[in-house]
């Protein structure tokens, strides 16, 4: 075979050209790693909302929390099925909350988004979701118009900070009087206060958007779901929370999946048409090189493989390039409308092994292509050239 | 021969090599083309959405409803509100083909008496309209939702329901066509009173908004401000607008995908510019030889220098050019009338504007030029006895 | 001028100092290690075809140093290719070292140059980007040798031409000769049956281009390689043992 270190330094030598090559490589892997980023920070995002054994009750064919309404006499039922675990306080750990969206001016001044407003029973959240923590401020008295906001909301839209509020009717405003933390759920990009109030001060009144229900251990769903459902009546739909979670980035996630590998795609033509012109360029400039090495007794393939793996070095500097730079992004957050709930959630490029590997691979492979022909013409190459003056 | 025609017969020096770079910047036209088209067809929206139609919403969100009542002191049943010429009311549905559950379009139940009047660009037959109006559960799609789903006038179509659960039957009474590409023509128009006269008795008499036109849309601001006035001290407080201006705080929540897909058009220059330079900076390298030639026969450094951003600019422009020819058979024959047709809910309008084809072209000569700007400064620097000297 | 002429002249001298016996003895006990027969090599231009070799003879004893000469246009480098197997006969029968090499495939005909023929190129052509050492050892990476062994016998083949003190520094790094030194290192280190030099010397001084004669000479005497030189120079073909004169394709 021909020695590695021979493509090294021809690399090395036409550094202007292989880095020009290189750079192509790397925004498409640029993007398409960032595109991957965005999609696992959106799904850990809501997977983090989730939590095992752990059911949520909606209206039957509601995708999400919004449209679907639970009236308050099937939260008894709801408590009552089996399963239901019974917190400390001996009471049944069922949650019922009402969700809306609120349309809300963006802090940055561009344009209004919906932020989602979540009424709950106060007093129980802390059994519920023991990872909130307050971070500023103060929880929100039960009963009360006081609400707080997560973290990753409170600078993204107007009226959000401590001491500002909100009027969701005449004369029934809420109040800011906290910053939670949820550990990087989604959760941070809502703002929750009492459910009584909430629901009151948009006339609905007797029921709730959706149940969440904790069961004694995730044995007890099958069981729990066929008591809530077997009521044909009541109309309702039992999840476990993990997959309504998992549903409920379904097409966001679909959408920057297929719109980032579209546009890879589509730019990895012009990154490998790059390529292809370095490395053409390469062997007609090496000709009477290649001559010699044939000349020599290398065989054709030996060559073709040379110059192949010359093109796929060239993209993985390229892609390692892109993938660093990717990684850089992890330090951005990222605010868009999650198509399914109408409402925006706010998250995080998050990098995974497997994306950078994804990412460098593809890389690569955009190298065997781009090489490809040049490297047959490489091969091609008569030994005769070797004594061509 | 001129200094011009000498900087263009050097780039069929390596036609392989042209044709590729043609061929790549070509590409990087398309697709910057197509994002753009994207983004402009997304804006589209808002630049077509009427400035002289207010929308009467809930204050604070959009998915609470206001009551019926409203809509009557509009209308003149309870009232009238001076500057409003006609008015109608519109309530999210929120319906689902029961098969192909992911393919969105929007069921609305409006009034029929009114809702055609207050949208006119949405042309119906009138026999059509006047059996819709007598069919209580008769509806009227829109040509575009009629091809999607292969409906046709008479069939008999069963939807499923979200917000409003269970199945609803629906016939199909007439199909709109639009005479404005602003319109969605992919609306399933249902009867609000069917819907109505179905609900529990406590979720009755409510309406998802009202539309009104304005006599003068020189006064749409003061009319919606009356408006919002009037229900200033009911309840529910309204908030109205004109759907220009609706449309356009909608896009806000799209913001961050829209600045993203202007960053990603960004980079597609990038990599169009690095395949530019690329192909110039190799060509200069070849022909060092050939430059020493040239000075030595008297030829200035900024001949040599003009020869080479000369082929950079002829580069880009013939990349440019192809890209512009393949962009409108594909992005609007192809990719344009696909969306229309089943995405028309999100792309009612799909065309290459042509400030967007311009930009294109200009990008592709304007970065070609500055892609060419590093090598013709190397070249120019070029000393006659080392460009002698190099062969090849 | 005249220190070229007086290279000449010492180049002659030295000639004149070889043991005038030895060499017909030689030519004449040993078997023929290149054997052509009618060998023809046609090129086609616009239809025209055009018989660069015209049914040639050809018997080369094994451990002779010959010099091939002729005007510009006579043959002598289609000759040389193929007899260093980079090119194919249009008709007639080669044979070199005991193989028929007008009958093999271009697998085979690599793998058969790999390890018969040696080559010393006009350009040197030593590749940019790799160390004198890297180059010589080249050839070896086509045998089975492990990479110690490869870079002790580039060492020696250097040693051999005495450039072992240069062995790190890259071509550029190198005058024409000690290019032209690093390139017979190349052609020796497989220690091939056959050496084949096409204008060995077409690109260097005199001086220089004396060392590498009579390096060549070295190589034909010590190790007893068979050398096919094409040359214009007549220093040169003076330094070999017979020298062929090639017109139109035809020997005279």
């Not at chain 1, 779901?225 to 309504?244: H, I, N, S, T, Y």
């Not at chain 2, 207010?54 to 809509?71: A, E, G």
């Not at chain 3, 025209?48 to 005007?71: H, K, N, Q």
């Not at chain 3, 193929?82 to 697998?107: C, F, H, K, N, Q």
Request: with cysteine; hydrophobic share 45%; net charge neutral.
């Amino acid at each position: 075979m021909v020695p590695v270190r021979y493509n090294v330094r021809n690399l090395l030598v036409r550094r202007t050209t292989t880095l020009f090559a290189a750079l192509g490589v790397g925004l498409v892997v640029f993007v398409l790693a960032a595109s991957l980023m965005l999609n696992e920070g959106l799904a850990r995002t809501l997977d983090r909302s989730g939590s095992p054994a752990t059911a949520i009750v909606l209206r039957k064919g509601s995708d999400s929390e919004m449209p679907s309404s639970v009236e308050d006499r099937a939260i008894s039922l709801i408590k009552v099925a089996p399963g239901v675990k019974q917190g400390a306080d001996g009471q049944p750990m069922v949650l019922g909350e009402s969700v809306v969206v609120l349309f809300q001016d963006l802090a940055n001044g561009k344009g209004k988004s919906n932020a989602t407003l979540r009424g709950m029973p106060l007093d129980r959240v802390q059994a519920f979701r023991p990872e909130v923590k307050i971070v500023e401020g103060r929880m929100a008295a039960p009963g009360s118009d006081e609400v707080v906001v997560g973290t990753r909301v409170v600078g993204r839209f107007e009226g959000l900070q401590i001491g500002q509020s909100i009027e969701l009717r005449k004369a029934r405003a809420v109040k800011v009087v906290g910053v939670f933390e949820a550990d990087g759920s989604s959760f941070e990009s809502e703002i929750w206060g009492d459910v009584e109030y909430i629901r009151s001060a948009f006339g609905r009144e007797a029921s709730v958007s959706s149940v969440r229900v904790k069961l004694d251990s995730p044995a007890a769903y099958d069981a729990f779901e066929v008591a809530v459902e077997r009521d044909k009546q009541l109309g309702l739909e039992v999840m476990p929370e993990l997959e309504f979670y998992s549903k409920q980035s379904e097409n966001t996630s679909m959408f920057i999946v297929a719109m980032g590998s579209l546009i890879a795609v589509f730019f990895s033509i012009g990154a490998m048409i790059g390529a292809m012109i370095t490395m053409y360029g390469s062997v007609a400039h090496r000709k009477r090189e290649i001559g010699v090495l044939r000349a020599l007794g290398f065989s054709r393939s030996a060559i073709m493989v040379s110059f192949l793996l010359e093109s796929v070095m060239l993209s993985i500097i390229g892609a390692v390039l892109g993938t660093i730079a990717a990684l850089g992004m992890g330090l951005v957050e990222f605010s868009m409308l999650n198509f399914t709930t109408f409402s925006e959630i706010t998250f995080q490029f998050t990098a995974t092994p497997e994306i950078l590997v994804r990412a460098i691979v593809f890389g690569g492979v955009m190298g065997v292509l781009g090489g490809f022909l040049p490297a047959i013409r490489a091969a091609r190459t008569p030994p005769i050239e070797a004594m061509r003056g | 021969m001129t200094l011009t025609s000498l900087s263009i017969k050097n780039i069929g020096h390596n036609w392989l090599r042209t044709i590729l770079t043609v061929v790549g910047t070509a590409i990087a036209i398309l697709s910057f083309v197509l994002i753009r088209t994207t983004l402009s067809a997304w804006e589209a929206g808002v630049d077509n959405a009427a400035q002289d139609r207010l929308s009467t919403i809930h204050r604070v969100t959009f998915v609470m409803p206001l009551p019926k009542r409203y809509f009557d002191e509009f209308n003149g049943a309870r009232g009238r509100i001076d500057g409003v010429d006609v008015a109608t009311f519109v309530n999210w549905v929120g319906h689902k083909h029961p098969v192909r559950e992911t393919e969105f379009f929007a069921t609305l139940a409006v009034d029929t008496a009114t809702y055609f009047d207050v949208y006119p660009e949405m042309s119906v037959a009138p026999d059509r309209l006047a059996a819709w109006k007598e069919n209580r559960q008769g509806a009227i799609i829109g040509e575009a939702l009629a091809k999607q789903f292969g409906w046709s006038l008479g069939d008999e179509v069963t939807l499923l329901g979200t917000i409003y659960p269970g199945d609803w039957k629906y016939r199909i009474e007439g199909i709109y066509v639009a005479t404005k590409k602003s319109v969605d023509r992919a609306q399933f128009l249902t009867h609000w009173s069917y819907l109505n006269d179905s609900l529990p008795e406590g979720q009755r008499d409510m309406i998802g908004w009202v539309a009104s036109t304005v006599t003068d849309a020189s006064r749409a601001a003061d009319i919606s401000a009356a408006i919002d006035t009037k229900f200033d001290d009911q309840d529910v407080q309204t908030r109205t607008m004109s759907e220009k201006a609706l449309t356009m705080e909608f896009l806000g929540g799209a913001s961050a995908i829209l600045g993203a897909l202007d960053i990603v058009s960004l980079v597609i220059m990038g990599i169009m510019m690095l395949i530019l330079g690329n192909t110039i900076a190799m060509g200069v390298r070849e022909r060092t030889h050939e430059y020493g030639v040239l000075l030595a026969l008297g030829f200035r450094p900024k001949h040599i220098a003009t020869f080479v951003v000369g082929e950079g600019l002829t580069i880009g422009l013939l990349g440019g050019g192809l890209g512009l020819l393949i962009s409108y058979p594909l992005v609007e024959q192809g990719m344009g009338r696909w969306l229309e047709e089943n995405m028309g809910a999100y792309f009612p309008y799909f065309s290459i504007p042509t400030s967007v084809a311009a930009l294109a072209l200009g990008m592709a000569v304007v970065l070609a030029g500055v892609a060419a700007l590093v090598p013709a400064y190397s070249a120019s620097k070029l000393d006659v006895i080392t460009a002698l000297r190099r062969i090849g | 001028m005249n220190e070229d002429t007086a290279a000449a002249s010492a180049a002659q001298s030295r000639v004149g100092k070889k043991p005038d016996t030895s060499e017909p003895t030689v030519t004449a006990k040993r078997a023929p290690i290149i054997v052509c027969r009618k060998i023809v090599r046609s090129f086609w231009r616009a239809k025209e075809r055009l018989d660069v070799l015209d049914e040639l003879d050809l018997d080369i004893p094994e451990g002779s140093f010959e010099a091939l000469m002729g005007p510009s246009g006579s043959g002598k480098t289609t000759l040389l290719n193929l007899i260093a197997g980079l090119d194919r006969p249009t008709a007639g029968t080669l044979t070199v070292a005991g193989t028929e090499v007008s009958a093999m495939g271009d697998a085979a005909l690599a793998k058969w140059r790999s390890q018969t023929i040696g080559f010393v190129f006009q350009h040197f052509n030593l590749i940019p980007v790799l160390t004198a050492l890297e180059n010589v050892e080249l050839p070896l990476l086509l045998t089975s040798l492990g990479s110690s062994e490869r870079k002790k016998r580039a060492q020696i083949a250097l040693r051999v031409v005495g450039l072992e003190d240069r062995m790190h520094h890259r071509p550029q790094q190198l005058s024409g000769g000690q290019e032209q030194r690093v390139g017979i290192a190349r052609a020796i280190v497989h220690d091939p049956r056959i050496i084949v030099a096409d204008e060995p010397t077409g690109e260097l001084d005199r001086k220089s281009a004396d060392d590498v004669l009579t390096l060549l000479e070295r190589l034909n005497k010590e190790f007893d390689k068979t050398i096919l030189m094409v040359t214009h120079d007549p220093a040169a073909a003076e330094r070999a043992t017979v020298v062929r004169k090639l017109d139109k394709g035809k020997l005279l």
